[in-house]
């Protein structure tokens, strides 16, 4: 199954090229806060959120409401794809610096 | 310092739960202290190695190199659980017949003693590199070590190390007959779980579709950051918001795994039966 999932992942990385760039959103973390720490996303759509780490620790972006989590190292960007979403509200966070990296991003 | 203990705690559940069960489950394996011991060096050594390229891991593949890599690990230890489930299913009747000396004489024992190390390896591997990375981002934060966040994270390490361990003393307490039918239970959904997991980290990297995401969301009923959710997730992969692949995942392992093992059960292995025989 992994093996079949390479394969499929390496098909997909031909054709990367082709979709990137299309719908990218950016969020900042610094002194471990999101900036912005609200952000507006359209609904029905596959969009890539860019999340740049301008601390020197590492970060992990989570969002249970997303399905989603990666780990951002320091001084580092990573770019994680999500939708097609529904309208409303995902909390997300960094998992690491749960006081003070929240935010949510809102779907219309 | 308590946010440092519950998310340390979150990340060393899992392994802790896991290594609390296959221990128990191969308690009359010969050797298995030592195997389980390699395993947990194995992984902790890959823990470290895998926080230190953590950046290098994300750039592959076009930058979903990490969910790949996940993916990958959780793969792989399914396979692994399945094939220790299979092996206990042929040989848990015998293991429990005679424990003292019949284990040293089963075929494959070494090769259940291998597939064990590499288990407990991934699992200390893919919850302790998270771990590590938290750990260091407290020691490097500006101003300094802070010292009381990083002693919540040892007392994390140690509250996680002793919930697997009374997980593992509690199935000491089944008798023999029983304890590998509750384990086999137990490594079953815990394996269900991972694959579930594997399929998030492939929804991710969209290499395949989420099949609606999320197919229900019981995140007000049971959270998945309770206690009771943290311990379901760990156990039987209790998502709060899981995605309709993530289903699909578990269940075909689950079905795959567990009619494996019934048909294991009812009609042995190959070898199985000629060792019955001799």
């Not at chain 2, 998310?7 to 559940?13: A, P």
Request: proline residues 4%; neutral net charge; contains cysteine.
């Amino acid at each position: 199954m992994t093996r079949l999932a390479l394969a499929a992942a390496l098909c997909l990385l031909a054709a990367a090229p082709v979709q990137a760039a299309d719908d990218e959103f950016r969020l900042v973390l610094q002194d471990h806060r999101f900036q912005p720490d609200e952000l507006v996303l359209p609904a029905g759509k596959k969009v890539t959120l860019v999340v740049e780490n301008r601390d020197a620790t590492p970060e992990e972006f989570e969002s249970k409401a997303l399905g989603r989590e990666k780990v951002v190292a320091g001084k580092s960007t990573a770019k994680i794809l999500v939708g097609p979403l529904k309208p409303g509200r995902y909390p997300f966070a960094g998992e690491y610096n749960e006081k003070t990296a929240q935010g949510v991003i809102v779907v219309r | 310092m308590l946010a440092a203990t519950v998310i340390v705690f979150r990340e060393v559940l899992e392994a802790a739960l896991l290594i609390g069960i296959v221990a128990a489950a191969t308690r009359t394996v010969p050797g298995r202290n030592r195997w389980l011991a390699a395993g947990m060096l194995a992984g902790l050594a890959g823990a470290g190695a895998v926080a230190l390229g953590t950046a290098r891991i994300a750039e592959l593949a076009g930058g979903i190199g990490q969910e790949l890599f996940n993916a990958a690990v959780l793969g792989i230890a399914v396979a692994m659980l399945a094939w220790h489930n299979l092996w206990m299913s042929s040989h848990g009747a015998a293991l429990a017949a005679d424990a003292r000396s019949v284990g040293s004489a089963i075929s494959g024992g070494r090769r259940e003693c291998s597939v064990l190390l590499v288990v407990v390896g991934l699992a200390v591997l893919r919850e302790g590199a998270e771990t590590v990375l938290f750990l260091y981002g407290i020691a490097a934060s500006e101003g300094g070590a802070s010292l009381p966040m990083l002693a919540g994270g040892l007392a994390g390490i140690a509250a996680g190390v002793a919930v697997g361990y009374l997980l593992y003393a509690g199935l000491l307490r089944i008798p023999l007959r029983w304890l590998f039918a509750a384990t086999g239970v137990l490594v079953l959904f815990l394996a269900a779980g991972m694959a579930s997991q594997a399929a998030r980290f492939l929804i991710q990297a969209d290499v395949v579709p989420s099949l609606a995401a999320p197919l229900w969301d019981t995140s007000t009923l049971l959270p998945q950051t309770s206690i009771a959710g943290t311990l379901l997730h760990s156990l039987v992969g209790y998502e709060a918001q899981p995605a309709g692949m993530q289903i699909l995942f578990y269940l075909v392992a689950l079905v795959a795994i567990g009619s494996g093992m019934l048909w294991v059960q009812r009609n042995g292995v190959p070898s199985a039966r000629r060792e019955a025989a001799s």
